[in-house]
């Protein structure tokens, strides 16, 4: 089975969110491309100041309702965001860490995937830019730095997926083989089941395509999505320019917030 991320068939939002009630709603923000600026490759973005000091304040303005969803494995975020944040989403909803700091969905790797690593690692061996990323429960091929194989990637991830049952997720420059299981939607579906999210709007901020199931989930249960940069069809009801616009807006918000 091959899942791929869509788009929700909906125009593009040109109108920038309006300022949050951060005592009212329940966030959740992709990392990358969201909250950390895309770098070349995943290992070079680093833990920042600025932005430590953002996570801590939202963390306590929102009583907790703030939830990191993200592609990257759950050890790396913590990483980049030092362990600020208890409640996590991490290979795109295959792992979740609630808010008490407890592993509620786990997955664990397959002898399917790693054959298919074993593949893709030969095939990235001939190919100077290529680079693969073992998560454990998924494996993703990144193309950034060699854009011209952008198709021979699409195309062996199809391949392998037919053959082991894998599924498929697109992302900015990166095509990923995974389990089958939760994606970031359902993710946030769970953390909103769950204290101290329940009874709260649910915010979905995110870039990239992987993004969108967020965004539907967030519109389903009262909520919107936040889509940062533009270009594609989306189901996310407004728009920012980018990492820094991010940062500006949910700054705006805290000024706003009880003291």
């Known amino acids: 089975m091959t899942s791929m991320a869509h788009s929700g068939g909906l125009a593009q939002p040109i109108a920038p969110p309006p300022i949050l009630d951060l005592t009212r709603i329940s966030l959740f923000a992709d990392l990358d491309g969201t909250l950390a600026p895309i770098e070349a490759t995943p290992q070079e973005v680093r833990p920042d100041a600025d932005r430590r000091v953002l996570i801590d304040a939202l963390r306590d303005a929102l009583s907790g309702c703030f939830a990191v969803v993200s592609g990257r494995g759950l050890a790396d975020i913590d990483r980049l965001l030092e362990q600020r944040v208890p409640a996590v989403a991490a290979v795109h909803g295959l792992v979740r ?44 091929l990144h193309y950034r730095q060699a854009p011209g194989q952008k198709r021979a990637c699409h195309a062996l991830a199809r391949r392998l997926a037919v053959e082991s049952g894998l599924e498929i997720l697109e992302g900015h420059c990166v095509i990923e083989l995974r389990l089958a299981g939760p994606d970031k939607g359902r993710a946030t579906a ?70």
């Open 97 to 140: 860490r609630s808010a008490e700091g407890e592993i509620v969905a786990d997955a664990v790797g397959a002898p399917s995937l790693q054959r298919a690593f074993g593949i893709l690692r030969r095939f990235a061996a001939d190919r100077p830019g290529l680079i693969i990323e073992d998560k454990g429960p998924a494996i993703a």
């Open 190 to 259: 769970a953390f909103m089941a769950e204290q101290p999210f329940e009874g709260r709007r649910p915010i979905f901020l995110g870039d990239d395509l992987t993004d969108e199931s967020g965004f539907e989930t967030a519109l389903a249960l009262g909520g919107f999505g936040v889509i940062v940069g533009r270009g594609r069809p989306t189901a996310a009801r407004y728009a920012l320019r980018d990492v820094e616009a991010v940062h500006a807006w949910l700054k705006r918000a805290l000024a706003r917030a009880p003291k």
